[in-house]
Nanobody
Framework: QVQLVESGGGLVQPGGSLRLSCAGSGFTLNDYTIGWFRQAPGKEREALSCISSSDGTTYYVDSVKGRFTISRDNAKNTVYLQMNSLKPEDTAVYYC????????????????WGQGTQVTVSS
C-alpha cells in the first residue's frame, strides 16, 4: 500500500526557512515521480515543485524558483522540500504526492497523496 507522510511544517517568521519531508512507505519512492503542492484557504491547490523518477529532473513554479529546493534521499525513501526566504503568502497546507509517470505531469496525474502539513509564515 502506497503511503506518503509529510512532516516539518510549523510557524516561521518572514524570511525564515523550513524543510518539509515526504516519507514513503509500502513502495520505493525513487520509482515514482514526486511532487510538492500547497493549498491556501479559499484557493485551489497549486503545484510547486516536482522531481522525476527517470533522471531526477526538477521543476519549480515561478513563485518559488530560487527559494525552494526539492531533493531525494533514496536511502531514507524520503523527498524533501527546502524552503528559504519564506513570505506570508507561502502560508498554506503543503502536500506531497506521487505518480507512476517517469516525468513531471500535471496535478491530475498524481495518484497518491499525503495528509498535508501546515506552514504558517507570520511575525
Amino acid at each position: 500500500q502506497v503511503q506518503l507522510v509529510e512532516s516539518g511544517g510549523g510557524l516561521v517568521q518572514p524570511g525564515g526557512s523550513l524543510r518539509l519531508s515526504c516519507a514513503g512507505s509500502g513502495f520505493t519512492l525513487n520509482d515514482y515521480t514526486i511532487g510538492w503542492f500547497r493549498q491556501a484557504p479559499g484557493k485551489e491547490r497549486e503545484a510547486l515543485s516536482c522531481i522525476s523518477s527517470s533522471d531526477g529532473t526538477t521543476y519549480y513554479v515561478d513563485s518559488v524558483k530560487g527559494r525552494f529546493t526539492i531533493s531525494r534521499d533514496n536511502a531514507k525513501n524520503t523527498v524533501y522540500l527546502q524552503m528559504n526566504s519564506l513570505k506570508p503568502e507561502d502560508t498554506a497546507v503543503y502536500y506531497c504526492a506521487a505518480e507512476l509517470g517517469s516525468h513531471c505531469g500535471t496535478i491530475t496525474d498524481f495518484t497518491w497523496w499525503g495528509q498535508g502539513t501546515q506552514v504558517t509564515v507570520s511575525s
